[in-house]
Protein backbone atom coordinates (compact mmCIF):
# COMPACT_ATOMS: atom_id res chain seq x y z
CA UNK A 1 0.00 0.00 0.00
CA UNK A 2 1.16 3.14 -0.96
CA UNK A 3 2.11 6.10 1.62
CA UNK A 4 -0.24 8.65 0.05
CA UNK A 5 -3.36 5.14 0.10
CA UNK A 6 -2.72 4.84 3.21
CA UNK A 7 -3.13 8.46 4.39
CA UNK A 8 -6.02 8.85 2.16
CA UNK A 9 -7.84 5.82 4.24
CA UNK A 10 -6.79 7.20 7.27
CA UNK A 11 -8.44 10.42 6.32
CA UNK A 12 -11.52 9.30 5.27
CA UNK A 13 -11.78 7.13 8.88
CA UNK A 14 -11.21 10.15 10.60
CA UNK A 15 -13.67 11.99 8.46
CA UNK A 16 -16.33 9.64 9.28
CA UNK A 17 -15.77 9.50 13.07
CA UNK A 18 -16.54 13.05 12.93
CA UNK A 19 -19.50 12.86 10.75
CA UNK A 20 -20.90 10.35 12.97
CA UNK A 21 -19.99 12.91 16.39
CA UNK A 22 -21.41 15.36 14.45
CA UNK A 23 -24.63 13.21 13.53
CA UNK A 24 -24.94 12.27 17.37
CA UNK A 25 -24.59 15.96 18.26
CA UNK A 26 -27.53 16.85 16.11
CA UNK A 27 -29.35 14.39 17.52
CA UNK A 28 -29.02 15.30 20.96
CA UNK A 29 -29.69 18.90 20.33
CA UNK A 30 -33.05 18.05 18.42
CA UNK A 31 -34.51 15.86 21.37
CA UNK A 32 -33.37 18.91 23.73
CA UNK A 33 -35.42 21.17 21.08
CA UNK A 34 -38.07 18.73 20.65
CA UNK A 35 -41.60 20.04 21.77
CA UNK A 36 -43.87 17.77 23.60
CA UNK A 37 -47.80 18.67 23.93
CA UNK A 38 -49.42 18.60 27.25
CA UNK A 39 -52.82 19.14 25.67
CA UNK A 40 -54.39 17.58 22.98
CA UNK A 41 -56.94 20.54 22.18
CA UNK A 42 -60.00 18.09 22.71
CA UNK A 43 -59.83 16.18 25.76
CA UNK A 44 -58.97 16.77 29.68
CA UNK A 45 -56.37 13.54 29.16
CA UNK A 46 -53.25 13.93 31.49
CA UNK A 47 -55.19 16.75 33.31
CA UNK A 48 -57.93 16.99 36.28
CA UNK A 49 -59.75 20.04 38.19
CA UNK A 50 -57.32 20.90 41.05
CA UNK A 51 -59.10 20.33 44.32
CA UNK A 52 -59.93 23.92 45.12
CA UNK A 53 -62.13 24.46 47.69
CA UNK A 54 -65.74 26.58 45.72
CA UNK A 55 -63.54 25.85 42.35
CA UNK A 56 -65.38 26.90 39.58
CA UNK A 57 -65.89 24.42 36.61
CA UNK A 58 -63.09 23.01 34.00
CA UNK A 59 -64.03 21.80 30.70
CA UNK A 60 -62.51 21.67 27.07
CA UNK A 61 -64.25 24.15 24.26
CA UNK A 62 -63.46 22.80 21.21
CA UNK A 63 -63.35 24.90 18.78
CA UNK A 64 -63.21 27.72 21.63
CA UNK A 65 -64.52 30.94 19.70
CA UNK A 66 -63.40 29.79 16.00
CA UNK A 67 -60.16 28.64 17.37
CA UNK A 68 -58.31 25.72 18.56
CA UNK A 69 -59.57 23.71 21.39
CA UNK A 70 -58.81 25.25 24.43
CA UNK A 71 -59.15 24.67 28.50
CA UNK A 72 -62.05 27.16 30.02
CA UNK A 73 -61.97 27.41 33.63
CA UNK A 74 -64.76 29.13 35.16
CA UNK A 75 -64.48 31.98 38.02
CA UNK A 76 -64.70 30.43 41.53
CA UNK A 77 -65.17 32.23 45.14
CA UNK A 78 -61.34 31.88 45.25
CA UNK A 79 -58.96 29.54 43.25
CA UNK A 80 -60.08 27.66 40.10
CA UNK A 81 -58.03 25.38 37.92
CA UNK A 82 -56.68 22.20 36.82
CA UNK A 83 -53.88 19.96 37.24
CA UNK A 84 -51.26 17.68 35.91
CA UNK A 85 -52.34 14.11 37.18
CA UNK A 86 -48.18 12.42 35.45
CA UNK A 87 -46.25 14.00 37.94
CA UNK A 88 -43.31 11.01 38.26
CA UNK A 89 -42.70 12.11 33.87
CA UNK A 90 -42.08 15.17 34.74
CA UNK A 91 -38.38 16.93 34.48
CA UNK A 92 -37.54 19.41 38.06
CA UNK A 93 -35.26 20.86 36.27
CA UNK A 94 -33.15 22.15 32.59
CA UNK A 95 -36.72 22.27 31.40
CA UNK A 96 -39.26 24.88 29.95
CA UNK A 97 -42.94 25.06 29.45
CA UNK A 98 -45.28 27.36 27.63
CA UNK A 99 -48.96 28.00 27.00
CA UNK A 100 -50.97 30.61 25.51
CA UNK A 101 -53.66 32.01 28.26
CA UNK A 102 -56.37 34.31 27.94
CA UNK A 103 -58.41 36.09 30.40
CA UNK A 104 -62.32 35.96 30.15
CA UNK A 105 -63.78 38.17 33.01
CA UNK A 106 -62.33 39.00 36.24
CA UNK A 107 -59.69 41.39 37.93
CA UNK A 108 -57.27 38.99 39.45
CA UNK A 109 -54.82 36.60 37.90
CA UNK A 110 -55.96 34.68 34.52
CA UNK A 111 -52.87 32.51 35.05
CA UNK A 112 -51.29 31.34 37.93
CA UNK A 113 -48.40 28.49 36.50
CA UNK A 114 -46.93 26.24 39.16
CA UNK A 115 -44.15 24.68 38.00
CA UNK A 116 -41.41 21.94 39.65
CA UNK A 117 -38.32 23.53 40.58
CA UNK A 118 -35.66 21.11 41.96
CA UNK A 119 -37.48 19.03 44.98
CA UNK A 120 -39.54 22.25 45.71
CA UNK A 121 -42.16 24.30 43.38
CA UNK A 122 -42.87 27.60 42.49
CA UNK A 123 -46.04 29.62 40.87
CA UNK A 124 -45.93 32.18 38.22
CA UNK A 125 -48.50 34.63 38.36
CA UNK A 126 -49.77 36.42 36.02
CA UNK A 127 -52.16 39.12 36.51
CA UNK A 128 -52.86 39.10 40.39
CA UNK A 129 -53.36 41.26 42.80
CA UNK A 130 -55.86 43.38 41.41
CA UNK A 131 -55.37 42.44 37.53
CA UNK A 132 -52.17 43.50 36.83
CA UNK A 133 -49.16 42.07 39.03
CA UNK A 134 -46.71 39.22 37.47
CA UNK A 135 -44.07 37.95 39.83
CA UNK A 136 -42.65 34.33 41.42
CA UNK A 137 -44.36 32.93 44.60
CA UNK A 138 -42.30 32.26 46.40
CA UNK A 139 -38.87 33.34 46.79
CA UNK A 140 -37.35 33.85 50.13
CA UNK A 141 -40.41 33.23 51.88
CA UNK A 142 -42.20 36.45 49.94
CA UNK A 143 -44.79 35.86 47.53
CA UNK A 144 -45.28 37.92 44.03
CA UNK A 145 -46.56 41.01 45.19
CA UNK A 146 -43.52 41.82 47.30
CA UNK A 147 -40.03 40.00 46.46
CA UNK A 148 -37.62 41.17 43.29
CA UNK A 149 -39.61 39.92 40.59
CA UNK A 150 -42.50 41.96 41.42
CA UNK A 151 -43.55 44.19 38.39
CA UNK A 152 -46.98 45.65 36.99
CA UNK A 153 -48.55 45.46 33.34
CA UNK A 154 -51.71 45.90 32.22
CA UNK A 155 -53.68 42.80 31.10
CA UNK A 156 -56.79 43.01 28.14
CA UNK A 157 -59.53 40.72 28.39
CA UNK A 158 -60.24 38.67 25.67
CA UNK A 159 -56.41 38.27 24.36
CA UNK A 160 -53.99 35.09 24.14
CA UNK A 161 -50.92 36.04 25.94
CA UNK A 162 -47.86 33.43 25.16
CA UNK A 163 -46.68 32.50 28.52
CA UNK A 164 -43.07 30.56 28.78
CA UNK A 165 -41.15 29.53 32.25
CA UNK A 166 -37.43 27.79 31.77
CA UNK A 167 -35.91 26.12 34.75
CA UNK A 168 -32.46 26.14 34.02
CA UNK A 169 -29.43 25.22 36.29
CA UNK A 170 -29.56 28.10 39.10
CA UNK A 171 -32.02 30.21 36.83
CA UNK A 172 -35.90 30.71 36.41
CA UNK A 173 -36.75 32.97 33.75
CA UNK A 174 -40.46 33.81 32.11
CA UNK A 175 -41.78 35.60 28.70
CA UNK A 176 -45.03 37.15 28.67
CA UNK A 177 -45.34 37.06 24.67
CA UNK A 178 -41.44 37.78 23.50
CA UNK A 179 -40.82 40.20 26.49
CA UNK A 180 -38.38 38.33 29.09
CA UNK A 181 -40.49 39.48 32.36
CA UNK A 182 -37.98 37.31 35.06
CA UNK A 183 -34.66 36.57 35.20
CA UNK A 184 -33.44 35.51 38.34
CA UNK A 185 -30.82 33.84 40.21
CA UNK A 186 -32.00 31.02 43.06
CA UNK A 187 -28.84 29.52 44.17
CA UNK A 188 -28.94 29.67 47.88
CA UNK A 189 -32.62 30.57 47.87
CA UNK A 190 -35.74 29.47 49.36
CA UNK A 191 -37.88 28.39 46.95
CA UNK A 192 -41.65 27.59 47.77
CA UNK A 193 -45.57 27.68 47.19
CA UNK A 194 -47.79 30.40 48.86
CA UNK A 195 -49.19 28.88 51.89
CA UNK A 196 -52.76 27.55 51.11
CA UNK A 197 -54.77 26.19 48.77
CA UNK A 198 -52.32 26.81 45.45
CA UNK A 199 -50.40 23.16 46.87
CA UNK A 200 -53.30 21.55 44.83
CA UNK A 201 -51.34 22.93 41.81
CA UNK A 202 -48.83 21.05 42.83
CA UNK A 203 -46.83 19.14 40.53
CA UNK A 204 -47.86 21.09 37.51
CA UNK A 205 -51.10 23.52 36.75
CA UNK A 206 -52.79 26.74 35.96
CA UNK A 207 -54.86 28.55 38.72
CA UNK A 208 -56.90 31.78 38.70
CA UNK A 209 -58.33 33.70 40.79
CA UNK A 210 -61.96 35.25 40.78
CA UNK A 211 -61.29 34.87 37.15
CA UNK A 212 -62.24 32.90 34.52
CA UNK A 213 -60.04 32.17 31.59
CA UNK A 214 -59.17 29.75 28.77
CA UNK A 215 -55.97 27.80 28.68
CA UNK A 216 -54.44 26.12 25.21
CA UNK A 217 -51.01 25.02 23.15
CA UNK A 218 -49.14 23.56 26.48
CA UNK A 219 -46.30 22.27 25.66
CA UNK A 220 -43.06 21.14 27.79
CA UNK A 221 -39.89 20.29 26.56
CA UNK A 222 -36.10 19.37 27.88
CA UNK A 223 -33.09 21.67 27.56
Known amino acids: MSTSFRFLAVACVGFGAAVSAFAAEAAKVHAAEKWLPLFDGKTLTGWMPSEFESGGAVKVENPFRGGPGAIVIAAGTTLSGFTWTKGGELPRENYEI ?36 IGLSNIDHIDASENETTQGREFKDGRWYRVRVRVSGDKIEAWIDDENVIDVEIKGRVISLRPGDIQQSLPLGVATYMTSAAVRDIRLRRL
Open 98 to 133: TLEAMKLTGSDFFCGLTFPVGKSACSLIVGGWGGMV
